[in-house]
């Protein structure tokens, strides 16, 4: 039940994109996003509610697709900062437990 | 600032002895929180549900007679690790939920984290 995320790991140069999915078997009610540095609490990035959604602040992006079961973030331009490990969580389907996908490790090379 | 607040960051105990972690909603009343663990480039795995008032929800696999979770009020929930050993040395971090209303939904809010090492 714990959604899949891929890919698991990625190494990028500054000023380079990377795409970050999350996919569930079940559609989902809602999805947010984390980035977690190491030995630190996760740092909430964003959520989606709607299918369809998109939403993003400056160069770190998000959207759901229509039947709620994937979701993508998207970081553009990548700078130093943005490594660390990213997270979607969402309420598991049918429970008010909340819970985590499998993470992506992303670094960013100077 | 932090809306949660968790306590202590870092421990070390013993093998055998128990240690005991806070979690508490500074700002709001949090009748959930869940407690997770993290080992090592591994994902945040739920190990209970906490529900103010009532019995701790436990997944799978996840001990309750050694993961003790109380959670008394509205704003506080505690983790203790009875007789630790050292394979429970991890990342334990607890979570809260709160209703921002239909267009943010529910918020999740995180402690700090405690850093467990059993001797």
């Known amino acids: 039940q714990q959604p899949v995320q891929s890919p698991q790991a990625v190494i990028l140069r500054e000023g380079e994109d990377a795409v970050i999915n999350c996919s569930s078997s079940?559609?989902?009610?809602?999805v947010h996003w984390y980035r977690q540095k190491h030995g630190e609490a996760p740092v909430f990035l964003m959520i989606l509610l709607k299918g369809g959604e998109q939403k993003g602040h400056e160069k770190i992006s998000a959207s759901f697709n229509e039947k709620k079961q994937q979701s993508s973030l998207y970081l553009t331009a990548s700078q130093l900062s943005y490594s660390g490990t990213y997270f979607c969580?969402?309420?598991?389907?049918?429970?008010?437990?909340?819970?985590f996908g499998t993470g992506t490790r992303l670094k960013v090379l100077a | 600032g932090a809306v949660v607040s968790q306590h202590p960051s870092r421990v070390i105990c013993k093998s055998g002895t128990s240690v005991k972690i806070e979690c508490r909603s500074l700002?709001?009343?949090?009748?959930?929180m869940f407690w997770y663990r993290q080992f090592p480039k591994q994902s945040l795995m739920l190990m209970a549900t906490s529900n103010e008032g009532s019995k701790a929800t436990y997944e799978q696999g996840v001990e309750k007679d050694k993961f003790l979770i109380n959670h008394a009020s509205l704003t506080l929930s505690t983790l203790t690790v009875t007789s630790a050993h050292p394979e429970d040395s991890s990342f334990y971090i607890c979570?809260?939920?709160?209703?921002?209303?239909?267009?943010?939904?529910?918020?999740?809010?995180f402690g700090e984290g405690s850093w467990l090492t059993v001797v």
């Open positions: 079940k559609a989902l009610y809602s």
């Open positions: 979570s809260a939920s709160a209703w921002l209303g239909e267009s943010s939904g529910n918020t999740i809010y």
């Open positions: 969580g969402t309420a598991a389907s049918g429970t008010y437990k909340y819970i």
């Open positions: 700002d709001f009343q949090a009748t959930t």
